[in-house]
Each structure stands twice: as structure tokens, then as C-alpha cells.
């Protein structure tokens, strides 16, 4: 039994990602019963509803968009598994305040620079700013792998600029694919791992100097 239940144990760090998928499954069974409390929607957040800055990342158009996204969680962590930045053995709050953070500068940008956004679903632009963070974190390690994880979610996002939304992946989700809010997370991300990058040099330098000395 004992071995039975050490087989059913979770790899280490998955914690998060899998609480993750829970809030989200949790609020789209939610949003089936109240179709209306959770998305991003201008008009209602000016009317003070707050809540839908973060909420609206973490509900989903259709249970395509929800297990496609999902996905994507899990794939985002089997290829960066803990982060560096936050630490090898950073707690589950870490990453899901990280998550919270990106989704909050989202949902600001959306506000501030994207005022046609009056709706928004789905945690893509999340997942683009951990994968930015992840990249920046393997490059925080002298792993020359990240610069190329990075360059090539800077071609996705430029592409779809270029290009435009994916019609494919739009009528998946039976909706435009919000590649604002990709450049939004790709740019957060970024952003905040090289602050946490920056920040954390400063202090192994501080340390050896005051050793030093």
C-alpha cells in the first residue's frame, strides 16, 4: 500500500500549477451556472467590480479554451519546473502570486492601452508572461537556452501582430484570440524577471563585498 501510494504522489512543484487548473475548473463549472460575475468586462469593472481584473484570467470561453490552456499549464512547468527566481524551493503561494501579478498588469494594460477590450476570457496572456519569466530565469542560470525561448515568444507575439489573431484557434474558443493581452503577459513577465534578476545580483554582490571586508 505504502508503495501504491508513493507512486501517487506529485512531482515536486507541481503544486502550484495543479491548484491552478483547480481555481480555473472550479470557476468555469461556476460561470455554467452564473454566466456573468467572472470575465474581464470594462463596463463592469468601472462600475466597481474589481474582482473581474484577476477573475477574468481564470474563467474560459468553451471546455476547449479551458483544456487548452490547461495544457499549457502543465507544459509550462514540465519544461521550467521551479523557477530560479522564486526560489528552487519556492512555495505554492510564490507561484500563485505570480500568477496573480501578471494577471493584475494584464488586466491594467487592457485598461490603460486597450480601451476597444470591453471583454476578455481565458489565462493565455499569463501563461505567455510565465513562459517569459521561465526564459528569464534559465538565462539568470547561464543557460543560453533561454534566449531562445525568449526570441521565439517574441516572434509568436510579433507574428500575431503582423498577421493577425488565429483564425484556427479562434474557432476553437468561439472567440478572437486577445493578442493584446499576450503582448501584455509576454512584456510583464519579462519585466518582472529581470527586476528579480537585477535585484538578486545586487544582493549576492552586497554579501561578498560585506564578507570581504
Known amino acids: 500500500m505504502a508503495?501504491?501510494?508513493e507512486k501517487l504522489r506529485f512531482p515536486a512543484g507541481s503544486e502550484g500549477p495543479l491548484l491552478l487548473?483547480?481555481?480555473?475548473?472550479?470557476?468555469?463549472?461556476?460561470?455554467?451556472?452564473?454566466?456573468?460575475p467572472?470575465?474581464?468586462?470594462?463596463?463592469?469593472?468601472?462600475?466597481?467590480?474589481?474582482?473581474?481584473?484577476?477573475?477574468?484570467?481564470?474563467?474560459?470561453?468553451?471546455?476547449?479554451?479551458?483544456l487548452l490552456n490547461g495544457a499549457a499549464v502543465i507544459?509550462?512547468?514540465l519544461v521550467?519546473?521551479?523557477?530560479?527566481l522564486l526560489g528552487n524551493r519556492h512555495s505554492v503561494a510564490k507561484y500563485l502570486a505570480l500568477?496573480?501579478?501578471?494577471?493584475?498588469?494584464?488586466?491594467?494594460?487592457?485598461?490603460?492601452?486597450?480601451?476597444?477590450?470591453?471583454?476578455?476570457?481565458?489565462i493565455s496572456g499569463v501563461l505567455h508572461g510565465?513562459?517569459?519569466?521561465?526564459?528569464?530565469?534559465?538565462?539568470?542560470?547561464?543557460?543560453w537556452s533561454g534566449a531562445l525561448l525568449l526570441a521565439g515568444c517574441a516572434g509568436k507575439v510579433a507574428w500575431e501582430w503582423i498577421a493577425g489573431p488565429s483564425a484556427a484557434t479562434g474557432a476553437?474558443?468561439?472567440?478572437?484570440?486577445?493578442?493584446?493581452?499576450?503582448?501584455?503577459?509576454?512584456?510583464?513577465?519579462?519585466?518582472?524577471?529581470l527586476v528579480l534578476w537585477i535585484t538578486r545580483s545586487a544582493r549576492c554582490e552586497g554579501g561578498a563585498i560585506h564578507s570581504a571586508g
Not at 21 to 36: A, E, K, R, V, Y
Open 130 to 143: 510565465l513562459f517569459c519569466f521561465g526564459a528569464i530565469s534559465e538565462l539568470s542560470q547561464r543557460r
Open 3 to 5: 508503495d501504491y501510494l
Open 38 to 66: 467572472f470575465l474581464y468586462e470594462r463596463a463592469a469593472i468601472a462600475g466597481g467590480q474589481w474582482w473581474r481584473l484577476l477573475s477574468g484570467h481564470l474563467v474560459h470561453t468553451n471546455t476547449a479554451h479551458l
Open 172 to 193: 476553437l474558443i468561439e472567440a478572437e484570440v486577445a493578442i493584446s493581452s499576450h503582448l501584455l503577459g509576454s512584456v510583464s513577465g519579462t519585466l518582472f524577471a
Open 75 to 77: 507544459a509550462l512547468w
Open 80 to 84: 521550467f519546473g521551479r523557477s530560479a
Open 21 to 36: 487548473l483547480l481555481f480555473c475548473g472550479s470557476l468555469q463549472f461556476l460561470q455554467s451556472l452564473f454566466p456573468d
Open 99 to 122: 500568477v496573480a501579478l501578471l494577471a493584475l498588469l494584464i488586466s491594467g494594460g487592457l485598461w490603460l492601452w486597450f480601451p476597444n477590450v470591453d471583454n476578455y476570457y481565458g
